[in-house]
């Protein structure tokens, strides 16, 4: 039973547009959320993360909007850039099982063309 | 300062062998986290330890197993090992329980 899902295991975009994942989860214990980005031969690197009492956060190019009635997040990057090339995680946590238990989506990868 | 160091970064082992990886936290973190990437299943949740205890453990067979040392490095081992155990494995740490950072991973071959 995969309980995050990222249906778009591929997403192309021109540099400069908005690159929007998106990431649907089915446990309603989840209440905190995440985003990495990994590029071939490193691990993952944290991005952005949203608790479950808000619905968006922002840290530069990178905004998260989290609708939990409809239980699906998304991650936009504004502009996109060649560099953010890389598949994308989003990952959930309960705080019944502390935040050492993510569970991960299948990740996205993205192109980010010149 | 350094970040999360894991040991050896690839290797390949026969069906029916085990195999020890080891994994080094930052300094002065205390929960080391380990993740199975399987192509098409994303990161699957192995265990995590927390001052050399057992906290969390995902839902893996008894093949798999962890510990960790007083000086927090983990090890985690794999027994009888089988050709679907071939993964990236990728160990993460933070401080208490959240904010992880993930080491680059060990590609595991069974063949």
């Known amino acids: 039973d995969q309980q995050v899902k990222q249906n778009s295991p591929s997403l192309s975009v021109q540099e400069g547009r908005i690159s929007i994942l998106n990431c649907d989860y089915t446990?309603?214990?989840?209440?905190?959320f995440l985003w990495y980005k990994k590029y071939p031969a490193e691990g993952p690197t944290f991005l952005i993360s949203?608790?479950?009492?808000?619905d968006k956060n922002e840290d530069g190019r990178f905004t998260v909007f989290l609708n939990k009635s409809a239980k699906h997040l998304s991650l936009h990057i504004v502009p996109s850039q060649p560099g953010d090339s890389a598949v994308y995680f989003c990952?959930?946590?309960?705080?019944?099982?502390?935040?050492?238990?993510?569970?991960f989506g299948e990740g996205t990868q993205l192109t980010v063309n010149p | 300062k350094a970040g999360v160091t894991q040991t050896p970064r690839y290797l390949i082992k026969t069906r029916g062998q085990q195999v020890t990886l080891s994994c080094s936290p930052i300094?002065?973190?205390?929960?080391v986290s380990w993740y199975q990437q399987t192509p098409g299943q994303g990161l699957q949740f192995l265990f995590e330890?927390?001052?050399?205890?057992?906290?969390n453990k995902g839902n893996f067979p008894g093949r798999f197993s962890g510990r960790q040392f007083s000086n927090s490095r983990s090890e985690m081992n794999v027994s009888t090992l089988e050709l679907g155990d071939s993964a990236l494995y990728l160990c993460?740490?933070?401080?208490?329980?959240?904010?992880?950072?993930f080491g680059s991973g060990t590609r595991l071959t069974v063949v």
């Open positions: 949203i608790s479950s009492i808000k």
């Open positions: 300094s002065g973190h205390r929960s």
């Open positions: 993460a740490s933070s401080l208490a329980g959240w904010g992880y950072t």
């Open positions: 330890y927390f001052s050399e205890t057992q906290r």
């Open positions: 446990n309603s214990m989840f209440d905190y």
């Open positions: 990952a959930a946590s309960a705080e019944e099982t502390s935040g050492s238990r993510l569970t």
